[in-house]
């Protein structure tokens, strides 16, 4: 299988201060046609995840630009601009390229 | 609006049975694969079981191959998927998933395996 990683696992920010989170693969995520299939969650408490970006660098309708999503291979980035209080909670990465999908361990992120 | 409902988790002794019901709605389900994922505060997130749209093609996580089996029905637009030979550790919160991206999810069914 799959393994992925993140760091760090715990991430306090400050409001309108960035923040970024790394995810490693231990294979290369690029598909044989050609894609990535990278993509990043959000999981608040007691809710399901949310899914905010997908392919590595697209994000989905309605996920503020303040999120963004950048790497290749193995090894991305999902960096927030400027944290809002509503960007408290759990962030996974998971790869879709090979089965069983996996997900990283998710990172915690909340306030100072 | 894309929506999805799961049912059926409970509290069920080891070695016994549950079928997880997931009802879509807001899109033409059987254009879309779906999915079955696991949470569990131990484990994380966990890739369960997936499906095609018509139902022909199937995969599923080596931890419950040969006792759960994931099926659709496209007319009634629901996901299933039957568990048998419950373990302690298939306890989890259960979510259904739409598509090949994971763009949607239902908000998860308990199923807790406890004697």
């Known amino acids: 299988d799959v393994v992925m990683t993140q760091s760090p696992l715990s991430l306090p920010v400050t409001l309108g201060q960035p923040a970024s989170i790394s995810c490693r693969s231990s294979?290369?995520?690029?598909?044989?046609?050609?894609?990535?299939?990278l993509n990043w969650f959000h999981q608040r408490p007691g809710q399901s995840p949310r899914r905010l970006i997908y392919?590595?660098?697209n994000r989905d309708s309605g996920v503020p630009d303040r999120f963004s999503g950048s790497g290749s291979g193995t090894d991305f980035t999902l960096k927030i601009s400027r944290v809002e209080a509503e960007d408290v909670g759990v962030y996974y990465c998971?790869?879709?390229?090979?089965?069983?999908?996996?997900f990283g361990p998710g990172t915690k992120v909340d306030i100072k | 609006e894309v929506q999805m409902v799961e049912s059926g988790g409970g509290l069920v002794q080891p070695g016994g049975s549950l079928r997880l019901s997931c009802a879509a709605s807001?899109?033409?389900?059987?254009?879309?694969?779906m999915h079955w994922v696991r949470q569990t505060s131990g484990k994380g997130l966990v890739w369960v079981s997936r499906?095609?749209?018509?139902?022909?093609?199937?995969s599923y996580a080596d931890s419950v191959k040969g006792r759960f089996t994931i099926s659709r029905d496209n007319v009634k637009n629901t996901l299933y998927l039957q568990m048998n030979g419950l373990r302690v550790e298939d306890t989890a919160v259960y979510y259904c998933?739409?598509?090949?991206?994971?763009?949607?999810w239902g908000q998860g069914t308990l199923v807790t395996v406890s004697s």
């Open positions: 499906i095609n749209g018509d139902g022909t093609s199937t």
């Open positions: 998971m790869q879709g390229t090979q089965w069983p999908f996996t």
């Open positions: 294979q290369s995520l690029v598909y044989r046609d050609g894609n990535t299939y």
């Open positions: 998933a739409r598509g090949i991206g994971s763009d949607y």
């Open positions: 392919k590595v660098s």
């Open positions: 807001g899109f033409t389900f059987s254009n879309y694969w």
